[in-house]
Structures are given as structure tokens and as C-alpha cells.
């Protein structure tokens, strides 16, 4: 099992939510897929170029393999699942073709009550499954401080949703990388550019086989 893992609250964008065009005006974009990224920091590309956070690699390593995407950015710095819930119909607007959820981290750090995270998550996870929308779950671990009952309440959360019909599930997203300083910013907590690209080249065949799952218009 990974060693449980924090991270620290990003700063909050000032616009929630923006749409990134990440592919060439052509007759087929409308078949393209959209995928929504509903997350915190991980995701946001906190303190990176736009060119070296995670959604823009996704989307680039996506395309050179034959499977281009529209992402649709949900991804905050500094989200609890509770703001990510917020937001969700929102960022829904967008018409998601199948999504990345990817919360929790800054509940731990802020050491919210799991069942609290589990109740955010399972609400999250229902909407998505009404609109029949396919989601890859990300997993994380508890900072360690907060201590090994927190640890193993918190860490129940991601395994409990793991089985829930129709999930495909990433254990940890930081797998490989967390607190190693060759992918992480100085914070030791956050992925730098290297980071980033162990991420999406080890999470690229699961959001693959996710893209797999959408139903045809």
C-alpha cells in the first residue's frame, strides 16, 4: 500500500470553470468526446504552464494515441468534495461525455469527516451515473498526521466507492511521485512538469478504456 499522502490548499482560481479548446477546428469535432476533469490542485495544474498541467498532457498523450478529447476543466485549487459537489451541475452544463473525479486531498488536510467526504463523493458519483456518464475515480491517502484511525477511515472512503457498479478506479494518483523531489515542486507535495508526465502516462490506459465506455450519440 502507498504511504498516505497530503497535499497543500492551492489558491483559488478566480474563474471556476473554463472550457480549454485543445483541438483543431474540424468537421469531426463534434464527435470528439468531452471529458470532464472535477478536481482540485492535482489537476488545475497548480503553479504550472498551462502546457505542463495535467489536463493539457492528458489531452496531448490522448490525441497522439488516437484518442482526442474536448476537456472540460473542472478542476479548482484548493476544492474539498463538498465545493467540487457545489459546482457540479454547473460544470454539467457542458455536456460531459464521461469524467475524472478527483477530490478529497484538501478534505484530509482540513481532516473532514470521511463519512462527511463519502456522503460528497457518493452524491458526486450519483449525478454522473443518472446522466449515464462513465467516471474514472482517483484515489488518495490522508496526511499523516491527522493519525492511523483517520488514515484507515479516510483511506475506506476510496475503497468503499471503488465498488460501486460501473466505477473504474485509480488507487492513488500520486502513485510513484509523492514527496519525491525529482516530480514534485519544492512543496514536495505538488507535481512539477516530470510529475505530471509519470501521471498521465501511468493513468493514460485507464482514461482510455474510460473513453471506451461512452455510448455513441
Avoid: C
Wanted: proline content about 7%; charged content about 20%.
Amino acid at each position: 500500500m502507498a504511504a498516505a499522502y497530503g497535499l497543500l490548499a492551492g489558491l483559488r482560481k478566480a474563474v471556476a470553470v473554463v472550457i480549454i479548446a485543445l483541438l483543431p477546428v474540424s468537421p469531426r469535432a463534434a464527435a470528439v468526446p468531452s471529458l470532464l476533469v472535477l478536481g482540485d490542485s492535482l489537476t488545475a495544474g497548480y503553479r504550472l504552464a498551462h502546457e505542463d498541467g495535467f489536463q493539457a498532457r492528458l489531452a496531448a498523450a490522448l490525441s497522439a494515441s488516437g484518442h482526442p478529447v474536448r476537456i472540460i476543466d473542472g478542476a479548482v485549487s484548493g476544492d474539498t468534495t463538498a465545493d467540487g459537489l457545489a459546482r457540479l451541475d454547473w460544470v454539467l452544463g457542458e455536456q460531459a461525455d464521461a469524467a475524472i473525479v478527483e477530490l478529497g486531498a484538501n478534505d484530509g488536510l482540513r481532516g473532514v469527516d470521511p463519512a462527511v467526504m463519502q456522503a460528497n463523493l457518493t452524491r458526486i458519483l450519483d449525478t454522473l451515473a443518472r446522466r449515464h456518464i462513465p467516471v474514472l475515480l482517483a484515489g488518495m491517502y490522508a496526511p499523516p498526521n491527522m493519525g492511523a484511525d483517520y488514515a484507515r477511515a479516510f483511506r475506506s472512503v476510496f475503497d468503499r466507492l471503488a465498488r460501486r457498479p460501473g466505477i473504474l478506479f485509480d488507487p492513488f494518483f500520486l502513485q510513484g511521485m509523492a514527496e519525491d523531489p525529482r516530480y514534485t515542486l519544492p512543496d514536495r507535495m505538488h507535481p512539477n512538469p516530470a510529475g505530471v508526465r509519470m501521471i498521465v502516462a501511468r493513468i493514460l490506459p485507464l482514461v482510455i478504456q474510460l473513453l471506451g465506455e461512452v455510448k455513441p450519440a
